[in-house]
């Protein structure tokens, strides 16, 4: 479900292979949900059940899921598998088994992927872009969002405020975990969760960059 899932791909495969199931991605992460079910169906499997997995921190409603496998469903030309979904989000590999106990299926009749509060563009000032390229998350990107967010959130800072945007490899890896700030045109290296606080107050709320961390441009 969410981005730092991604970053659990090897457990979430080995689990699957338990399990005779596949792994595919909300986001961020391929094989994407719609491409899985996809196949799945072209295979000929006339039943699926899906089953929503939060490891890491700040992932989409469980809502998000049913939402993309209706377009799916809808979507689907020739014929469609009877897929189901489990009510509840797994927390942990060792929840899955009771998570399958309750499932709902899918009608079709689920809320669409268009909302009348997501048409327009956000009224940000700056848009924050964390690197979740492979040297970053290796070196604790997931960390630094967290932190980011957490101390955003303690500062009253939302999307209208600032948007926050995960990316693949910003370049300077060697300086992971890489963010920048745009548009300011300030980069940010080994930016740990004491450093994503700093860039949060002093940076995004008092508009100082944080020169202990900047990197030159």
Known sequence: ????????????????????????FLQMGDPSLSLELTRLADSGVSSITLVGVNLGPLAPAH?????????????????????TVATRLVTSLSSVDDVLLDLKPITGSEPGLTSAARKDVTGHARQVLICRGPRCT??????????????????GLGDDDVLVTHTGCQFPCNRAPVVSVQPDDVWYGAVDPA???????????????????????
């Open 195 to 217: 450093a994503a606080a700093m860039i949060v107050h002093d940076h995004l709320v008092a508009g100082s960059p944080v020169e202990s961390h900047r990197l030159p441009r």
């Open 1 to 24: 479900m969410s981005v730092s899932d991604v970053d659990r791909r090897d457990a979430l495969l080995a689990e699957a292979r338990s399990r005779q199931a596949s792994v595919a």
């Open 63 to 83: 809502s998000w899921l049913r939402r993309i496998a209706a377009h799916w469903w809808r979507e689907r030309a020739g014929e469609r598998p009877v897929v």
């Open 138 to 155: 290796a070196a604790g990107s997931e960390d630094t969002m967290r932190a980011l967010i957490l101390a955003m959130m303690e500062a």
